[in-house]
């Protein structure tokens, strides 16, 4: 059986749709504090200010419920030839063997036959349909057989083998990290009875190890009711991701490019090394960071050590001030997998940020800074239903400390004054991607988002909420509309087909591509996105709306390859200001995103 997942670790989605996209490294900042940036900024959009997110890496989204073709136990023994014209009366039936299900349980079974004259294949139907019911329950391996025996005063036996795995075998070349797989597996050795929610869990944990991808086969054990799991594990070494926009804002950049690389599971405990690095092709915005990941523990426990540098130094007419801003970014994440299955997923996370930011101006004048101490908790969750959806959800609550020199309320340098640098802050998220109709032509697919920030302190400018982007409020570039407490959503109609080669023969194409012989995938999608913002500071414009609504393309050249087109309507054209000329109402935006 082949077991298939998305890793928590950070795997490389296709085009149907990006959950986590990368921030640009510029937000507003109000610089008008002195009268020459404010006589110079006054026709502008605001000038950026330095927010790195804590986790520059290739677009994720929470772990989906894992492809998971289920191990099948044994057949029950079917009735012997003559069964049905040999008859006999039952006073009892023992269930022996049986250690999952009580007397009660299995009662509206085996009722039905006590007292009555029937043939002797009941009992070997009965015996397959408590065989059924564990199987239903995920008992996979649970054999129940009728043996052998003499009924002479109408007192039967059923035998239950309560099937177990006894040992697990690693097979494939991968490294050290096999030892990280047979930890995970192990803990399946033993467990009688076996359920398939158990071995489900192990294993997509073993696929969720960085670059790891596992086939688990099951053969007889040699001991009664025992099995052996065979793991047979490939690893790839390395991938690249390379992503390309238009999406930023014109005086940082409007084309991005992010490229990252990783390294997977060179040692025992199924590490990763993350090199990244965004640019807008010039120096106005610049961020490299590095990341260092690994498993710990039997139960999927992993941790992330991070840390980055940027710079913002952007054109006219904010380069004549000078402007020049840094940031450094460091961290440790935790997570733990609480559920790990196919159909639903739980985890729990918490982490430790460092944030640094500076900004100066010209002759060495030291414009703004602040140090930002946070401790984040959260929960993700995914869970795959029975009609034909996914729906994604998470909660994360963010508290400032004041340690290791954090920069304390009321300090004249903070690049908002006023904010709060031990805020507490609250955030939500929630998504359903629900399939309306699928054929072998097409698939129409909605997808409806909502995201929500709430805080009564005033924030940070780096710890407001984001509107903008790929994802929530398309038409605006990340960070365009910022607020302390915020609230936005989507909904986005999907079309999924393929434009046929005219060159390839389905029936005539190998069995490897023929999900791609049939022509170019393309996904042809229209939205409607809202967006809503509020400030605490008074100085500030208290109330922002962002709408857009438009339509676009996505296609999959390959395996390696996804090109998208957008074409945006904004109806909230001054959110840059009263001052700040108005956005043109239509945008139109491109990614090229390339997986290797």
Same mark, same amino acid.
């Given at each position: ?470 994802? #929530?409020?398309?038409?605006? !570039? *990340?960070?365009?509309?910022? =607020?302390?407490?915020?609230?936005? %959503?989507?909904? +986005?109609? &999907? ?24 022509? #170019?995938?393309?996904?042809? !999608? *229209?939205?409607?996105?809202? =967006?809503?913002?509020?400030?605490? %500071?008074?100085? +500030?414009? &208290? ?54």
């Amino acid at each position: 059986m082949s077991w298939r997942s998305s890793s928590s670790s950070g795997s490389l989605m296709g085009c149907g749709r990006v959950i986590a996209s990368v921030t640009t490294l510029a937000t507003a900042l109000a610089l008008a504090a002195t009268g020459v940036l404010r006589d110079t900024l006054a026709q502008t959009p605001q000038p950026p200010v330095l927010q790195a997110p804590p986790q520059l890496a290739p677009p994720t989204r929470p772990p989906e419920p894992g492809t998971i073709s289920a191990p099948s136990g044994p057949a029950a023994p079917g009735a012997p030839p003559g069964a049905e014209s040999v008859t006999l009366t039952p006073v009892d039936i023992q269930v022996e063997g049986n250690t999952v299900y009580s007397r009660a349980d299995l009662d509206t079974l085996v009722r039905p036959l006590i007292g009555r004259q029937i043939p002797a294949s009941e009992i070997f139907k009965l015996a397959e349909a408590i065989q059924r019911k564990y199987r239903d329950d995920g008992y996979f391996l649970a054999t129940v057989s009728v043996p052998a025996q003499r009924v002479a005063d109408g007192r039967l036996r059923v035998v239950v083998t309560e099937g177990y795995i006894s040992n697990v075998l690693i097979e494939g070349d991968v490294g050290p990290v096999s030892e990280k797989a047979k930890e995970y597996l192990d803990n399946v050795v033993g467990k009688k009875p076996i359920n398939i929610s158990d071995l489900e869990r192990y294993l997509l944990l073993t696929q969720d190890l960085p670059g790891v991808k596992v086939k688990a086969v099951m053969r007889p054990g040699r001991e009664p009711g025992s099995s052996e799991l065979i793991a047979q594990l490939t690893r790839e070494w390395w991938d690249l991701f390379n992503q390309t926009d238009n999406r930023g804002a014109s005086f940082t950049g409007e084309q991005h490019n992010l490229i990252s690389a990783g390294f997977n599971s060179f040692t025992s405990i199924g590490d990763r090394i993350e090199l990244s690095y965004f640019t807008t092709f010039n120096s106005e915005n610049n961020f490299v960071q590095a990341a260092y990941s690994g498993h710990i523990g039997p139960e999927g426990t992993r941790f992330r050590l991070y840390g980055g540098f940027g710079r913002v130094k952007p054109g006219d007419p904010i380069s004549q001030t000078g402007y020049l801003g840094q940031v450094a970014i460091a961290g440790l994440q935790a997570f733990h997998p609480i559920i790990r299955s196919r159909r639903l997923n739980i985890s729990v996370s918490g982490s430790f940020d460092y944030y640094h930011s500076v900004v100066d101006v010209s002759g060495g004048v030291r414009l703004s800074s602040i140090d930002l101490r946070s401790l984040r908790a959260g929960v993700d969750a995914s869970y795959h239903d029975p009609f034909n959806g996914v729906t994604y959800g998470s909660a994360r609550l963010s508290k400032g400390i004041s340690v290791l020199g954090a920069s304390k309320a009321g300090e004249q340098q903070l690049p908002r004054q006023g904010a709060e640098p031990s805020y507490f802050k609250v955030n939500g998220d929630v998504s359903r991607l629900q399939g309306l109709y699928s054929d072998e032509d097409f698939t129409l697919n909605l997808f409806v988002s909502g995201a929500a920030q709430f805080t009564n302190n005033m924030l940070p400018p780096s710890e407001k909420y984001f509107i903008g982007g790929e994802r #929530l409020g398309r038409g605006y !570039y *990340a960070g365009q509309v910022t =607020g302390d407490r915020a609230i936005a %959503a989507s909904i +986005e109609l &999907q079309l999924s087909f393929a434009v046929p080669f005219s060159d390839v023969q389905p029936s005539s194409a190998p069995s490897s591509v023929a999900g791609r012989a049939r022509g #170019l995938p393309l996904q042809l !999608y *229209a939205f409607y996105d809202y =967006g809503k913002a509020w400030n605490l %500071a008074t100085f +500030e414009t &208290q109330v922002i709306v962002a709408r857009s609504y438009g339509f676009g393309v996505r296609a999959n050249v390959g395996d390696t390859l996804t090109v998208e087109a957008e074409a945006v309507r904004r109806l909230d054209l001054n959110v840059d200001g009263a001052t700040a000329p108005r956005l043109k109402p239509w945008g139109a935006y491109f990614r090229a995103t390339t997986r290797f």
